[in-house]
């Protein structure tokens, strides 16, 4: 149990640190209804009714009597036996995931069940809490990672290249008249390669063929682009005809590829690479396999690619492998199941 106040609306007593072992619930019930039987037991045993045959009305009145004190009584020791569930569910009931830090606590030792589950349910808040900020940290990171990118590629290659065009045209209005018309020709081409750029890196931030083409053609596009950049061999075995798939589900699934290419391109001095997808009416799968060199042994935990796509596989409750040997390459599998509803 954790030292943390008790939770608003948690009547029970703290002393949940006891180290005695506490009788489980089954124990206390049956000790609580048993109780019950024994003093019916001597009631019957020791009072001096009788009850004639056929039963008179005042004999029966005072039976009844009897059994509803029993029934009274067995239904208040019942009460105070489930009464730490009862707090323990209206304390659980008040934690708010929005609040970390607030924990259980105060349970009553004389209830092991809920010893038991306050312990359980805090652990659990502990990993969903431990989750929710590495996945956030991981998300942070991924942004600022994706925004430092686009910066740099903005200063590198499309500022440069407007600072190029600057100067010339400053140079064209100062020059000869007779040479403007190749200047102006040159600012046009440098103008031209600046709005390439521009496009691709739209590109990357929202592919446009995954929208107006769907996901086959979309990977099929990304694959030929990969293969152009005198990078490894692309392979593309993809599967035509798809079952119809949730738009986040085709995003999830076009990133990790891009993810994985890129990684490929930068990284694995491999020659061939397979881009491969199928799916069926229960789940889709996309796999990714290099004949590079593999990851390295000692890749750092948390590396912001790999967990990105983890985040993303997990987004569309997916599950992503990563299996690599070094000298032999390195696989990406994604498999997604889908819903009735989705297919």
Not at 1 to 7: D, I, R, Y
Not at 56 to 64: H, I, V, Y
Not at 167 to 187: G, H, K, N, T, V
């Amino acid at each position: 149990m954790t030292s943390t106040p008790p939770v608003a609306g948690s009547t029970l007593d703290a002393r949940a640190a006891s180290p005695r072992r506490a009788p489980s619930l089954l124990w206390l019930v049956f000790l609580a209804n048993g109780s019950i039987l024994v003093v019916a037991l001597l009631l019957l045993t020791f009072s001096p009714i009788e009850v004639d045959a056929p039963i008179q009305l005042g004999q029966f009145a005072l039976l009844l009597a009897g059994f509803v004190i029993l029934v009274g009584l067995d239904l208040l020791l019942l009460r105070r036996v489930l009464a730490p569930l009862r707090g323990l569910t209206e304390a659980m009931s008040s934690v708010d995931p929005d609040r970390p830090g607030r924990r259980l606590s105060g349970v009553d030792p004389r209830s092991a069940e809920g010893q038991a589950m306050a312990s359980a349910f805090n652990a659990m808040l502990d990993r969903l809490e431990s989750a929710r900020h590495e996945a956030a940290r991981t998300a942070l990171a991924a942004q600022e990672a994706e925004r430092l990118r686009v910066a740099r590629e903005l200063h590198d290659e499309i500022g440069q290249t407007l600072t190029a065009v600057t100067l010339q045209a400053e140079r064209a209005a100062a020059s000869d008249p007779a040479l403007a018309s190749q200047a102006l020709r040159d600012i046009a081409d440098a103008v031209r390669e600046s709005l390439d750029e521009v496009r691709r890196i739209a590109r990357e931030l929202r592919p446009e063929a995954l929208d107006d083409l769907g996901l086959v053609n979309a990977l099929i596009a990304l694959c030929s682009r990969v293969g152009a950049q005198n990078g490894p061999r692309v392979r593309r075995e993809l599967q035509v005809k798809l079952p119809t798939l949730p738009r986040e589900v085709e995003l999830v699934l076009y990133r990790i590829a891009q993810e994985s290419l890129t990684n490929t391109l930068r990284h694995a001095n491999a020659s061939v690479v397979t881009v491969a997808l199928e799916a069926d009416a229960e789940s889709v799968t996309l796999r990714v396999a290099d004949d590079g060199d593999g990851l390295p042994p000692d890749l750092p935990r948390g590396t912001a690619g790999l967990e990105g796509m983890r985040e993303r596989a997990l987004l569309v409750g997916g599950a992503l492998s990563i299996e690599s040997q070094p000298g032999e390459g390195t696989e990406v599998r994604l498999t997604i199941p889908l819903d009735d509803e989705d297919g």
